[in-house]
Nanobody, 115 residues
Framework: QVQLVESGGGLVQAGGSLRLSCAAS????????MAWYRQAPGEQRELVAR???????NYADSVKGRFAISRDSAKNTVYLQMNSLKPEDTAVYYC?????????WGQGTQVTVSS
């Protein structure tokens, strides 16, 4: 079992920045990758960024150049630095872990960007 706890969401003005954190606990070795997804009201959940065990990253086109995913292996934590935020970034952001093919989700953290 893997437990994921997100933090760092909140209300920010357009152009501002936030950093989300996702702390993993439980059976955390052999996690293949971790990712951030988001879901806006009435929309499907979408991938924002992913980082693999080897450190490779990929991003949604809509956030490239503005968001950065990183990890601190010593703290078992993954971060999402979000800069130049836009109102369309408003969503609930979820942390995701792929552990031996099984997917785990955090409870989500709300990010609201005001115009």
């Amino acid at each position: 079992q893997v437990q994921l706890v997100e933090s760092g969401g909140g209300l920010v003005q357009a152009g501002g920045s936030l950093r989300l954190s996702c702390a993993a606990s439980g059976i955390i070795f052999s996690i293949n990758s971790m990712a951030w997804y988001r879901q806006a009201p009435g929309e499907q959940r979408e991938l924002v960024a992913r980082i693999t065990h080897g450190g490779s990253t990929n991003y949604a086109d809509s956030v490239k150049g503005r968001f950065a995913i990183s990890r601190d292996s010593a703290k078992n934590t993954v971060y999402l630095q979000m800069n130049s935020l836009k109102p369309e970034d408003t969503a609930v952001y979820y942390c995701n872990a792929d552990h031996l093919g099984r997917i785990y989700w955090g409870q989500g953290t709300q990010v609201t960007v005001s115009s």
